[in-house]
């Protein structure tokens, strides 16, 4: 049992720390003429993950469910990519779409690789944590409705990046 508390206070700590860096950055997107783009999806997206957290730490307590170590293994590894992510976006990193006009994308990191690298990692943590505690039914209902608050989310991202990926337009007629 205290491998499991042990565990799930590591992953709220994250998540609370987490949770900071992004208000933070927020404000400071904000203050540089940042707009937040799609944020009728946000609330949807805070109760899922609480909801996942809370009833994890639930039924870890009252279930106290063995760990499977190759699982925390795969979380773990998901932990240096969510890293990885958050060190490529810097002070752009946030929980809400922010949109700065007349910034790039970035491009470096595993945004050299994938469009939705977060949220990959995202879609992956919200299915293997549970696994690692034997809970495959928790790791699929919240796996799918994940997906579809991800689903309205990336569409809603895509949207508001879009002038950013698109080519700038010249002004010079084309040439003979």
Same mark, same amino acid.
């Given at each position: 049992? &205290?491998?499991?508390?042990?565990?799930?206070?590591?992953?709220?700590?994250?998540?609370?720390?987490?949770?900071?860096?992004?208000?933070? @950055?927020?404000?400071?997107?904000? $203050?540089? !003429?940042?707009?937040?783009?799609?944020? @009728?999806?946000?609330?949807?997206?805070? $109760?899922?993950?609480?909801?996942?957290?809370?009833?994890?730490?639930?039924?870890? /307590?009252?279930?106290?469910?063995?760990? +499977?170590?190759? &699982?925390?293994?795969?979380?773990?590894?998901?932990?240096? $990519?969510?890293? &990885?992510? /958050?060190?490529?976006?810097?002070?752009?990193?946030?929980?809400?779409? /922010?949109?700065?006009? !007349?910034?790039?994308?970035?491009?470096?990191?595993?945004?050299?690789?994938? #469009?939705?690298? @977060?949220?990959? =990692?995202?879609?992956?943590?919200?299915?293997?944590?549970?696994?690692?505690?034997?809970?495959?039914?928790?790791? =699929? /209902?919240?796996? =799918?409705? @994940?997906?579809?608050?991800?689903? &309205? #989310?990336?569409? $809603?991202?895509?949207?508001?990046?879009?002038?950013?990926?698109?080519?700038?337009? +010249?002004?010079?007629?084309?040439?003979?």
């Amino acid at each position: 049992m &205290w491998l499991n508390i042990t565990i799930l206070s590591l992953v709220t700590l994250q998540r609370v720390v987490e949770l900071y860096i992004a208000h933070r @950055n927020t404000k400071r997107l904000l $203050a540089r !003429g940042g707009i937040e783009m799609g944020s @009728n999806h946000y609330p949807f997206i805070v $109760a899922l993950h609480t909801l996942w957290l809370v009833g994890l730490w639930y039924l870890v /307590i009252f279930q106290a469910p063995a760990v +499977s170590m190759p &699982w925390i293994f795969a979380y773990l590894v998901l932990e240096a $990519a969510r890293g &990885w992510v /958050i060190a490529a976006l810097g002070s752009r990193w946030t929980t809400r779409i /922010i949109v700065v006009p !007349g910034e790039t994308l970035v491009g470096e990191g595993p945004y050299k690789y994938f #469009r939705h690298p @977060n949220y990959m =990692v995202v879609a992956g943590e919200i299915f293997i944590l549970p696994m690692a505690f034997g809970l495959w039914w928790y790791a =699929v /209902i919240f796996g =799918v409705l @994940n997906l579809a608050v991800l689903w &309205w #989310r990336i569409r $809603a991202e895509d949207e508001a990046l879009r002038p950013l990926r698109e080519e700038p337009q +010249s002004d010079e007629p084309p040439s003979p």
